[in-house]
């Protein structure tokens, strides 16, 4: 009887252990990565109009852009996220990108905010 009821608690004890893990992975952002890219209106898709069912995965954006990006050392990958309106060509943005998830935020930035080896992608632009 002793020994049924250890089994229970050591079961007990990896379920939280593993429910604990998880929580950490999915909610916490120490995965995050920052990514770089520029707006380029031509490389948008229109998922829709008013009352369109969502099937995109977009999350309920209108639009979504698939644009090359590139992390803090220059390391280059496609990201694919939604917006709600066209964004300003040629703006940089920097996407946080949390893996399994996406992309959970953007944000403009100047050129200058750029790392160093995400500058020598771009071109800088004409003031």
């Known amino acids: ?3 049924t009821g250890l089994l ?3 079961a007990a004890a990896v379920v939280i252990a593993g429910a604990i893990l998880c929580w950490t992975i999915i909610f916490s952002n120490f995965q995050d990565t ?3 890219t520029q707006v380029d209106n031509t490389k948008i898709s229109r998922h829709g109009g008013q009352g369109a069912i969502d099937l995109s995965g977009s999350g309920g954006m209108e639009f979504s852009y698939t644009l090359p990006s590139y992390d803090e050392k220059g390391g280059e990958k ?7 309106r066209e964004l300003r060509e040629g703006a940089f943005l920097c996407l946080t990108v949390r893996p399994g998830r996406g992309v959970m935020t953007w944000a403009e930035v100047r050129y200058d905010e750029l790392p160093p080896a995400v ?3 771009f071109t800088a632009p004409a003031d």
């Open 119 to 121: 500058r020598e992608h």
């Open 78 to 84: 496609d990201v694919t996220f939604g917006v709600s």
């Open 8 to 10: 229970w608690l050591g």
């Open 34 to 36: 920052a990514y770089y």
């Open 1 to 3: 009887m002793k020994k």
